[in-house]
């Protein structure tokens, strides 16, 4: 691994909140969002947990030029009522304890953005409230008669198929069509192999930094491993493992959880594939000789020794 810096990551080290990345998925995604960021259409973020639909969402409000607040909301955390009064307010006197007229999210993000994450679990009662606030581009807070203009710009991240939960009846399909005119996918890191050794030295860098560790080397090995495993819990599960690993000094590629199988992909099956091949060639060139093989190899015997008790157990 180079130890020399890309302006671009020294950038992301800088900006602990910015979404990078080289791989042409990501560029692409990212010229899109530069397209339509100053626009006022809302937007759909898609893609698995972990990916970084929180961060796109802040980046698209930061691109957006939009003079007021960012503002975001997890529609899964709040039960419908609560969900309603948060986002749109509630008059005085509404229900029980609604001593004082208050003001919701919407009217908070006037002139700014408002991310909607998890929209998926708005409840669907909520549903025809969220689509007259697009459409109309009006709210009425709860228990108020008056309508209410705004301007305010929605961004709303799904890590559920909102198709899927249309055809479910958990969705509706107006508010669908409405918030997806322009959708993004934040693809999953398996899909991005390539970015692996950038987003691991920027983690690596911002970690030891805030836990005031020197920053190790990062073997070819340890990027390799990282590129072999599938990630389910994608960027969010590297930073978490960088930093467990970090914390207990522990090489990178050492602790990874065993792969599995059921949701290998091709480029896994690629990459493990050929590194079993290549380990067994070296211990047949050295006619069984573990030490030797895993000195060719340029690893340790005990990280040999772990690789082949994993396979072991794998054929059993
Ligand atoms: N492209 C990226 N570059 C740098 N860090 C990222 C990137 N994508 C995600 N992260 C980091 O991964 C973690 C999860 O990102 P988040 O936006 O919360 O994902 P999601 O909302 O899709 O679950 C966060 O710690 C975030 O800082
Ligand atoms: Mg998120």
Not at 180 to 194: E, G, I, N, Q, Y
Not at 261 to 271: F, I, P, Y
């Amino acid at each position: 691994m180079t130890t020399h810096k890309s302006s671009a990551l020294r950038k992301a080290i800088r900006d602990r909140h910015s979404f990078f990345g080289n791989n042409p998925l990501v560029v692409k995604l990212l010229d899109d969002i530069d397209r339509v960021a100053t626009k006022n259409t809302p937007i759909l973020l898609d893609g698995e947990t972990g990916t970084g639909k929180s961060l796109l969402a802040r980046k698209i409000h930061d691109l957006s030029q939009r003079k007021g607040p960012f503002v975001s909301i997890n529609c899964a955390t709040f039960s419908q009522h609560l969900l309603e009064t948060e986002l749109f307010g509630h008059a005085k006197g509404a229900f029980t304890g609604a001593k004082d007229a208050r003001k919701g999210l919407v009217a908070t993000a006037q002139n700014g953005t408002l991310f909607l994450d998890e929209i998926g679990e708005l409840p669907l009662d909520s549903q025809p409230k969220l689509l007259h606030l697009l459409e109309e581009k009006t709210i009425r807070p709860v228990g108020s008669d008056k309508e209410y203009d705004t301007s305010v710009r929605i961004v709303a991240a799904t890590n559920k198929r909102l198709k899927d939960l249309v055809k479910q009846g958990l969705f509706r399909a107006d508010l669908y069509y409405r918030l997806s005119v322009v959708p993004f996918t934040a693809p999953p890191l398996r899909d991005r192999p390539d970015d692996i050794e950038a987003l691991t030295s920027t983690f690596v860098c911002q970690l030891c930094e805030e836990h005031e560790l020197t920053s190790p080397h990062i073997s070819t090995e340890s990027i390799n491993a990282l590129q072999a495993y599938d990630w389910p819990g994608n960027i969010r599960e590297l930073r978490n493992h960088i930093e467990r690993s970090l914390l207990l000094s522990i090489p990178l590629h050492e602790t990874l959880p065993a792969a599995d199988t059921n949701s290998a992909t091709t480029n896994k099956h690629c990459l493990k594939s050929l590194e079993k091949e290549h380990i067994l060639k070296a211990i047949n060139e050295s006619k069984g000789n573990k030490s030797q093989a895993a000195k060719s190899l340029g690893i340790s015997r005990r990280t040999l020794d772990r690789k082949l008790k994993r396979w072991d157990q794998k054929a059993a």
